[in-house]
């Protein structure tokens, strides 16, 4: 979210794509990657569709080789299902264990208790997947009308995304799981430039900077040189 003179905060939208061959393993629990392009909007998702589609679309032959890593918004969703159904489609799965201690801290009040349930379960979700960490959601009682309430929640959330979360599977395949790519994406492009102290922007001169970065963060900053030679 960034500050914008007319209407308030308002959203960023960033896709990031890269090749596997752009990942290098730092360590068991940390990677590098190397060249990707971006896309960064301002506006709604369906222009935002169009642009990230643009970079998408030339990796389209892959069908379910081509990946793609996410948080739970439902739009995006549909898109991926629309525009390239074959892909493989991978909820997050830090907003899945996420969502997991949203339920845990109305289930378990005694933090130490709370944090090595979490943990327990996220290994399990890791190691075995998304079904066996339904039947135990299921299989839990509570009295509580709120707690009950949360477990619906979590367990229709996991039900409606239980074809993206065999983790077991992806990570046999040597596939991220997470989306911290995107994220990292966000704080470089957007964050670290357009959200400074005291800073207000117009959405068109927001729109310009994020295409600025974009094109330079893409390796592309020639088309911008070969622009200002042509003027």
Not at 21 to 44: D, K, M, P, Q, T
Not at 59 to 71: G, M
Not at 104 to 121: E, H, P, S, V
Request: overall charge positive; some cysteine; hydrophobic content about 40%.
């Amino acid at each position: 979210m960034i500050l914008t003179r007319h209407q308030g905060w308002k959203e960023v939208k960033i896709g990031r794509v890269f090749e596997n061959n752009s990942i290098y393993e730092l360590s068991s629990s940390r990677n590098w990657l190397g060249h990707s392009e971006y896309i960064a909007h301002l506006g709604s998702h369906t222009e935002f569709e169009e642009k990230m589609s643009v970079l998408t679309d030339k990796y389209a032959d892959l069908e379910e080789d081509l990946i793609f890593i996410n948080d739970g918004a439902r739009w995006i969703w549909k898109w991926i299902d629309s525009a390239y159904p074959k892909a493989t489609q991978i909820l997050d799965y830090y907003h899945a264990v996420e969502h997991l201690g949203d339920f845990a801290a109305l289930y378990i009040k005694d933090k130490k208790k709370r944090n090595k349930w979490i943990a327990t379960n996220a290994e399990l979700l890791k190691k075995q997947g998304v079904v066996p960490l339904i039947c135990l959601l299921e299989g839990l009682e509570v009295s509580s009308k709120k707690v009950k309430k949360e477990k619906e929640k979590l367990l229709n959330y996991y039900k409606n995304n239980i074809n993206r979360m065999d983790y077991p599977t992806y990570l046999k395949k040597e596939l991220l799981i997470g989306s911290g790519a995107v994220e990292a994406a966000h704080r470089t492009i957007s964050q670290k430039r357009l959200k400074l102290s005291g800073q207000r922007w117009t959405e068109k001169g927001a729109q310009n900077v994020l295409d600025l970065r974009v094109v330079n963060l893409s390796d592309r900053w020639e088309e911008v040189q070969n622009m200002l030679r042509a003027a």
